[in-house]
């Protein structure tokens, strides 16, 4: 069973940064391409990032790039995002996400093409 499980939940004042994290069990995390997602209430699910399976290429939302990065250490099962330069209006709810193994790594990248997902974690920043 594929099981996602973020940490990193923080809050941290404007210009902050904070480091999330994503460990994945059940599969072998280096065949799939993996994502963040965020979501405020009333909003819509957003791309903040991702990483592909295949040479680990890169895609960043526009809200956030230049701001985050993401990365995987696949020996541990891990997947991260790092956020600098935090702004109010980055506060919201923060997914980990993967695509099944095989699809394709698309951009944008859409919410409704990831199969597998985390419960969250709640970053809050400051003004």
């Known amino acids: 069973q594929v099981r996602l499980v973020e940490s990193g939940e923080g809050m941290v004042q404007a210009g902050g940064s904070l480091k999330l994290s994503c460990t994945t069990t059940?599969?072998?995390?280096?065949?799939?391409?993996m994502a963040w997602f965020r979501q405020g209430p009333g909003k819509e699910r957003e791309a903040v990032a991702g990483?592909?399976?295949?040479?680990?290429?890169?895609y960043y939302g526009k809200s956030v790039k230049g701001r985050c990065t993401i990365s995987r250490d696949s020996t541990k099962n891990q997947v991260y995002l790092e956020m600098n330069s935090l702004k109010p209006e980055d506060t919201d709810m923060y997914y980990c996400?993967?695509?099944?193994?095989?699809?394709?790594?698309?951009?944008?990248?859409?919410?409704?093409?990831?199969?597998?997902w985390g419960q969250g974690t709640q970053v809050t920043v400051s003004s």
């Open positions: 990483i592909a399976s295949q040479f680990d290429t890169t």
């Open positions: 059940g599969y072998t995390q280096r065949f799939y391409a």
């Open positions: 996400a993967a695509l099944p193994e095989g699809s394709p790594f698309t951009v944008p990248l859409r919410a409704h093409d990831f199969q597998f």
